[in-house]
């Protein structure tokens, strides 16, 4: 036991360490957990993942492989045959021409191959405009690696888009990184085909690095998603980050990947070779039935996907104090509430945590994205059975009706 003159050796943690700060998605996760343990009848619009099962020809490739004893280390960078069919998907769905195998990375989720491209490019001083509301560790892992966050509204008149005028307007001599994300979280909204050309454009002429999160490009509502890849000059300043969870049901297997010049690849694998070795070995293995088996299953999801956002829409527009755009990507609604707000004198956060306490609905305040451009507005993830949001948003309507009367 240390004496009272002793310093306590676990009392100095690292700058960088202290300003991290935790996932509200996690949070209000586990706040609905320990409501349900208590026997409150919990439906969550909370957390981002979907709501079908990992398809049964993925499940099984990872059971071969742990049968078959596919459970050692592997290559950092990842197992050659998943990173041929990580260049060949991506050639296939965007423009890109001719990625190669050594232009990828496998990374355990598509979170820290972001991590990578932060940490790989950002020294102390750099500058990094971030889109706002966004996720959240984009901010996040500037911050760790020194640099500082540039927060651009995105506009809800604008469609939550950012524009090449306002990123225009953000850049210095010390902006070294944009990063976008379309379709996007937490709005669901999605560039324009001119304003994204318009932002590629600058940030070529300007040498700024593109790191794109392009975890939602297959939740898509409308003819108009465009990828980095699509660029025949990526290579030169473009970072695609991706995954699996989203498309194949696969968030819990930890996934994802990077492409990107090979020169990069090289650098942001020593970063996995330093902190987790390898990305999981029969894993991998799974990833590559992912990617090479069948693909029309995803037809499906999408279209029953689009019958929960038009019913999310129209459920949410017949609330007075509401407004809301439909939104044309991902699986994300992000209403503004600012008139309820106003009413009930309450903070979005104060507001979602009444909510959850009272009701038993999970939604996610908007500065939990992670700044105050969200401020006013809940974000509900649509990623659950349409009886579940048919019940929700019920129970949603009444209780804010109620809460709006008692104040009035």
């Known amino acids: 036991m240390m004496s009272m003159s002793q310093k306590n050796p676990f009392s100095s943690i690292s700058k960088p360490v202290l300003e991290l700060k935790g996932a509200k998605t996690f949070e209000y996760s586990d706040m609905a957990s320990q409501l349900a343990r208590a026997g409150k009848d919990v439906i969550s619009f909370g957390i981002g993942q979907p709501d079908f099962p990992t398809p049964k020809h993925i499940v099984d490739e990872a059971v071969n492989a742990l049968r078959s004893g596919f459970t050692r280390y592997v290559s950092p960078p990842g197992i050659p045959e998943l990173r041929q069919e990580i260049a060949r998907h991506v050639s296939a769905f965007t423009d890109a021409v001719d990625v190669k195998p050594t232009e990828t990375l496998v990374t355990a ?17 750099d500058e990094v405009i971030i889109p706002d509301p966004s996720f959240y560790s984009y901010a996040h892992a500037t911050c760790y690696a020194g640099g500082k966050p540039v927060f651009l509204p995105l506009l809800e008149e604008n469609g939550f888009s950012m524009t090449p005028e306002v990123f225009q307007e953000a850049i210095t001599s010390k902006t070294r990184m944009v990063i976008i994300n379309s379709p996007h979280n937490p709005t669901g909204g999605m560039l324009s085909k001119s304003d994204f050309k318009g932002i590629m454009e600058l940030a070529k002429e300007k040498g700024i690095l593109v790191a794109s999160d392009e975890i939602y490009d297959h939740y898509t509502y409308v003819d108009g998603f465009m990828s980095v890849l699509d660029d025949p000059d990526w290579r030169d300043y473009v970072i695609h980050i991706n995954s699996l969870s989203k498309t194949y049901a696969m968030t819990g297997w930890r996934l994802g990947y990077l492409v990107a010049r090979e020169e990069a690849i090289k650098r942001f694998s020593m970063f996995t070779a330093n902190t987790v070795s390898c990305t999981t070995s029969f894993v991998q293995k799974a990833g590559v039935a992912a990617l090479s088996g069948p693909q029309d299953f995803f037809k499906k999801v999408l279209t029953d996907y689009q019958k ?7 459920e949410l527009t017949k609330i007075p104090g509401i407004s809301v755009r439909k939104p044309v990507g991902a699986f994300f609604i992000f209403p503004n509430i600012k008139a309820i707000l106003e009413g009930v004198k309450m903070s979005t956060e104060a507001f979602a945590i009444r909510l959850l306490k009272e009701t038993g609905i999970v939604v996610l305040p908007g500065p939990a994205f992670p700044n105050e451009a969200g401020a006013g507005y809940l974000r509900f993830s649509y990623a659950l059975p ?23």
């Open 109 to 125: 989720g598509a979170k820290i191959a972001m991590f990578f491209a932060i940490a790989t490019f950002i020294s102390p001083g």
């Open 308 to 314: 929960r956002r038009d019913f999310m829409y129209s």
């Open 386 to 408: 349409i009886e579940k949001i048919k019940r929700g948003l019920e129970r949603f309507k009444i209780d804010v009706n109620a809460w709006t009367e008692q104040t009035a």
